[in-house]
T-cell receptor, first 114, second 113 residues
């Protein structure tokens, strides 16, 4: 167990729907990062939060949004889902030191859009 | 621009062979960090090593070793006497600005018994 908890592990939904993925970081970690892993795009950085504030944005679609709550857990919201959104979504956390000090990843949420 | 290149998409070896996974990176920063992660068939991403740009010493951990060469912008990973359990996708990654980590496309290693 890495200490980073992601729920649910699997999600199957229809096109056009909206889903929420949840991540609880490792105890003491203030930063949360979201990544999308698809077959054709590899591991793509989506967004980073640090202590409740958005810190950096990557290739995140406008249909996607995220937030980090006061208890430091984070949610990634995906709306108007398309078939191409099917992927493995990872959450990672790091200490105050940030990405330079490495991530601890959760086990991922596998999203299937049908 | 591509930051991290793993030119080998797939490698297949027979158990006990040595195998080297290549990683080439590009950055304009003088301070940066390089990483390797392993993704076994179960899907999780497992941290293997972190190296900063000022430390070019090679590192060995059991059957794993890493060769960092700034002159060629490479950070290669060698598995000695490979085992079936080493079968996984291996990712090389780069962090420059402390805000995110950029990953290579990954190399799928298959070790056959």
């Amino acid at each position: 167990d890495s200490g980073v908890t992601q729920t649910p592990k699997h999600l199957i939904t229809a096109t056009g729907q909206r889903v929420t993925l949840r991540c609880s970081p490792r105890s003491g970690d203030l930063s949360v990062y979201w990544y999308q892993q698809s077959l054709d795009q590899g591991l793509q950085f989506l967004i980073q939060y640090y202590n409740g504030e958005e810190r950096a944005k990557g290739n995140i679609l406008e249909r996607f949004s995220a937030q980090q709550f006061p208890d430091l857990h984070s949610e990634l919201n995906l709306s108007s889902l398309e078939l191409g959104d099917s992927a493995l979504y990872f959450c990672a956390s790091s200490t105050w030191g940030g990405a330079n000090y490495g991530y601890t990843f959760g086990s991922g949420t596998r999203l299937t859009v049908v | 621009a591509q930051k991290v290149t793993q030119a080998q998409t797939e490698i297949s070896v027979v158990e006990k062979e040595d195998v080297t996974l290549d990683c080439v990176y590009e950055t304009r920063d003088t301070t940066y960090y390089l990483f390797w992660y392993k993704q076994p068939p179960s899907g999780e991403l497992v941290f293997l090593i972190r190296r900063n740009s000022f430390d070019e010493q090679n590192e060995i951990s059991g059957r794993y070793s890493w060769n960092f060469q700034k002159s060629t912008s490479s950070f290669n990973f060698t598995i000695t006497a490979s085992q079936v359990v080493d079968s996984a996708v291996y990712f090389c990654a780069l962090s420059e600005d402390n805000n995110d980590m950029r990953f290579g496309a990954g190399t799928r290693l298959t070790v056959k018994p």
